[in-house]
């Protein structure tokens, strides 16, 4: 659909001096001067306060969906994480405090369906982020729902707002968009992990890897895998666009598939070796070698349970993400139907996870 490209998300106000720095790394970032890397435009004191607004986040489904989102950018394996307050009684932009409400203000919000704003100092004595306040457009069809079929990106009506608030907060904490990746500071509402009919926001591998680029290694290493069924399909702009990951026969033709209720669903015979295409990410502090699991299932909920196709043992740095293909074969003893193909990432559960809930996903298959 139209709108699904037209927005854009989040320009942030350049109120310094700057030179956007060179993207030698994935991620985006802002710079005093783009030659020292310690010029870097970053919080100074962490945790910054961030406050939600009494009126747009009263408690409630909407204050949850907030917090879920910060509490997922909380878990990336930097030092730095935002502390959420609510009930703020008075919000404004540049007035000394952080903040986050919705809005209908066109002069606040310059077309996007949501923006965030960003006050800095060059001050070589002291270069640091001093407010950031990020407004969303209460005319956007935003739900604060998970369930996958009310999603854009699942045939459905609304824009998670978990996923936008994401890219909102990632802004927040200093990162700018970026294309060349799957990564949520592109298109945010096709970075998503979604299993067992639920789709949730993540911060993903390259922004995390941006925010310990910025911020450093917590103390405490914190280690987090996941495995998606979105990729990057191109650029838009600043943006990266995603789109689902594919099957493809053994010899790397892409099969042919249907629109089913939103998703799209693969025509695969019984017995018939294919090539499974997932999204793989590391978004925590160290290196991983998991066991990555796939099955089939007669449901979408992918879990050790279903029935077992194969292994394979992936080494998985935090740097960007990784789309790959690999052969699974489809059983013969199938009746046939609709079944789901799975991948589960540390499918042994080696890895001890700060959120081990986007481990497992798939693509639709129709079986003949
Ligand atoms: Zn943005």
């Not at 001093?130 to 459905?156: H, M, Q």
Request: with cysteine.
């Amino acid at each position: 659909m139209k709108k699904y490209l037209a927005g854009l998300i989040g320009l942030a106000v350049l109120t310094g001096i700057m030179n956007q720095a060179p993207k030698a790394s994935a991620y985006g970032y802002r710079n005093c001067n783009a030659v020292v890397t310690s010029d870097t435009i970053r919080w100074k004191s962490i945790p910054p306060r961030f406050r939600a607004s009494a009126v747009s986040f009263p408690a409630g489904v909407w204050r949850n969906a907030l917090a879920e989102s910060v509490s997922q950018w909380n878990t990336n394996p930097s030092k730095f994480y935002f502390n959420l307050t609510y009930d703020e009684p008075s919000v404004g932009r540049n007035n000394g405090e952080n903040e986050i409400w919705f809005s209908n203000d066109d002069s606040v919000l310059a077309g996007a369906p949501a923006i965030a704003y960003t006050w800095w100092s060059c001050n070589p004595f002291s270069i640091k982020i001093n407010e950031a306040d990020v407004i969303f457009d209460n005319r956007v069809p935003y739900t604060p729902y998970t369930s996958k079929s009310s999603l854009w990106g699942y045939g459905g009506s609304y824009r998670p707002f978990q996923t936008t608030a994401s890219h909102e907060l990632g802004h927040a904490a200093g990162l700018l968009h970026e294309n060349r990746f799957y990564n949520i500071m592109g298109q945010d509402w096709t970075h998503i992990h979604t299993n067992a009919g639920i789709a949730k926001t993540y911060s993903g591998e390259d922004a995390s890897n941006g925010a310990v680029f910025l911020y450093g290694l917590y103390s405490t290493p914190l280690n987090d895998l996941s495995v998606s069924h979105w990729k990057r399909a191109g650029a838009s702009g600043e943006y990266s666009t995603h789109s689902r990951t594919q099957m493809f026969t053994s010899g790397g033709a892409l099969l042919a598939s249907f629109n089913d209720a939103g998703e799209p669903r693969y025509h695969v015979n019984r017995g018939q070796t294919v090539q499974v295409e997932f999204t793989y990410e590391n978004n925590g502090a160290a290196t991983q070698n998991p066991n990555v699991g796939y099955y089939v299932s007669s449901n979408d909920n992918i879990t050790t349970l279903d029935t077992f196709l194969g292994s394979v043992g992936f080494t998985l740095g935090r740097n960007t993400p990784y789309t790959a293909r690999n052969y699974v074969t489809i059983p013969n003893t199938l009746a046939p139907g609709k079944y789901y193909v799975g991948a589960i990432v540390d499918r042994t559960n080696a890895v001890g996870e700060v959120y081990e809930d986007n481990n497992s996903t798939y693509i639709a298959i129709q079986v003949h």
